[in-house]
């Protein structure tokens, strides 16, 4: 099979509790070639992903039951990419749904085009970033598999990385030693075509530098004034 194939049967999961809405985006997705599931809530979203674990998962935020936030948050740590869509369009709505790992958000109503042009862009984003199994990184004693997606303090203990802290650890590393403008880490973490804005990725670099600093590293991170950031330490790739 080749790529082409591939991308043609990935499997777009749609989360939300308007039959109309799950019906009409999930047949205009279906006529570009992903095949559709529908979940009206969470709990018949777990057992469709228990059945077959989906490419994308497209989320509302106001859900019965558990909400799209905690949903979020529960798929971000099984590394399933999500879009977030939500009549809630404020700043801090789409920077909550950021920080608990949406890949992209959406205020409602959405053109069905667009939503196919995320989805497009966050599984091209996906594929285009999953690692050679074999590269890692050691750094001030810490360890960081990124194919496993594990990092690890000196003293081996694991720490939980949401989606969005585990990209901005990714550039980091890739770039040690260089001032980085919020706008280039927007790109190296996120993707230009990414509905991600400064305020996210400050909120993001403050919850990766609080993770680093409970582990016993709080001077990893630096803060450039006026510039951005910086990893001070140069890691070594294993």
Request: aromatic letters at 6%; a negative charge.
């Amino acid at each position: 099979m080749d790529k082409a194939e591939m991308v043609l049967s990935d499997l777009v999961l749609l989360v939300d509790d308007d039959p109309e809405i799950r019906e009409l985006i999930g047949d205009f997705l279906g006529q570009h070639g992903y095949r559709i599931a529908r979940a009206p809530n969470g709990t018949e979203m777990d057992r469709l992903i228990a059945a077959e674990r989906p490419a994308l998962v497209v989320l509302d935020l106001m859900l019965p039951g558990e909400d799209g936030l905690s949903i979020c948050r529960r798929l971000s740590a099984l590394q399933i990419p999500v879009i977030m869509v939500s009549a809630l369009g404020a700043e801090t709505d789409r920077i909550v749904g950021l920080e608990l790992g949406a890949d992209d958000y959406l205020p409602k109503p959405c053109s069905p085009r667009e939503l196919l042009a995320r989805v497009r862009a966050v599984l091209r984003r996906h594929e285009g970033a999953k690692p050679s199994p074999t590269s890692g990184y050691r750094f001030a004693g810490w360890t960081f598999d990124p194919h496993r997606r594990e990092l690890r303090t000196p003293a081996g203990v694991g720490v939980a990385l949401s989606t969005g802290e585990f990209r901005l650890l990714s550039a980091f590393l890739e770039r040690p030693l260089r001032v980085l403008t919020r706008d280039q880490l927007l790109d190296y973490a996120f993707g230009a075509d990414a509905n991600v804005f400064d305020r996210a990725v400050d909120v993001q670099v403050s919850r990766l530098r609080k993770k680093l600093a409970d582990g016993g590293a709080d001077d990893l991170i630096v803060t450039v004034r006026s510039e951005g950031y910086m990893f001070s330490v140069k890691p070594v790739r294993q």
